[in-house]
């Protein structure tokens, strides 16, 4: 995909949206693939004419991850120290505890940006757990994140499995994945970045769980800067109306 082929511009640089999912939805359409894996937080809130999210599996954990060589915490980085992200949410989130900090753009898969702070290119950088943990990589976690230092970006630690509309025999396989907790969930989530307009180039945050039949979602808007945020809690049954 374009997001995986150029990899020496900070990703909100690119622009666009579906850097990580045209190509992929391409094959869908044109039925070299009957279907496509996406990491949720990737796909655009719209979906692409023809095309549906047949299955979101049980979700891997939502929260993000230092990886640092010399295992420093946020609290105990050294002041000034090289942190790896192109993400706006994250950077705004380190800056908030840590302004001292010298955020850097990272970029690579996984493998490459783990790498980067092992070498010590970075003191630390920042990425999802569930990426870390798929890949086997969670012994390089120094720090995981609680809630209230790093909220994640709508979505993060699900995947959507994508096919076509009309593909009946694989919508009823791909069933047997779908974990409906989840799908509320990061429904309610989506919902939420949907209300700000979807392409919101401030920082957006959100996370919501489901109890009982009860979403819990909360959600944060942060200044670029770090310096100013609002943060919103709130509870519903219906994830869409949650969200919005």
């Keep these: 995909t374009t997001g995986d082929r150029v990899l020496d511009q900070p990703l909100p640089e690119i622009g666009g949206k579906g850097l990580f999912t045209v190509e992929l939805e391409e094959a869908l359409l044109s039925g070299k693939v009957h279907a496509a894996v996406h990491s949720l937080k990737d796909l655009p809130l719209q979906d692409t004419s023809g095309l549906v999210i047949a299955a ?41 505890r840590r302004p001292d900090l010298t955020i850097q753009p990272l970029r690579g898969n996984v493998d490459t940006r783990v790498r980067k702070a092992m070498s010590g290119e970075y003191e630390a950088v920042v990425l999802a757990q569930a990426g870390l943990t798929r890949l086997g990589l969670q012994s390089h976690i120094s720090e995981v994140f609680p809630l209230d230092v790093m909220l994640p970006a709508p979505g993060q630690g699900a995947l959507a499995v994508q096919c076509r509309a009309e593909d009946r025999e694989t919508i009823e396989l791909l069933s047997a994945i779908h974990d409906p907790l989840t799908a509320a969930a990061v429904s309610a989530e989506r919902a939420f970045l949907s209300g700000l307009g979807g392409g919101c180039s401030l920082p957006v945050a959100a996370f919501a769980e489901k109890y009982d039949g009860t979403i819990i979602l909360t959600g944060a808007v942060i200044s670029t800067d770090g310096k100013q945020s609002i943060r919103l809690s709130a509870v519903d049954n219906e994830p869409h109306r949650l969200g919005e």
């Design 56 to 96: 979101i599996p049980e979700r891997e954990s939502a929260h993000d991850a230092l990886v640092s060589a010399e295992e420093w915490t946020l609290s105990s980085l050294p002041e000034g120290a090289r942190v790896g992200t192109c993400s706006l949410r994250r950077t705004a989130q380190l800056l908030a």
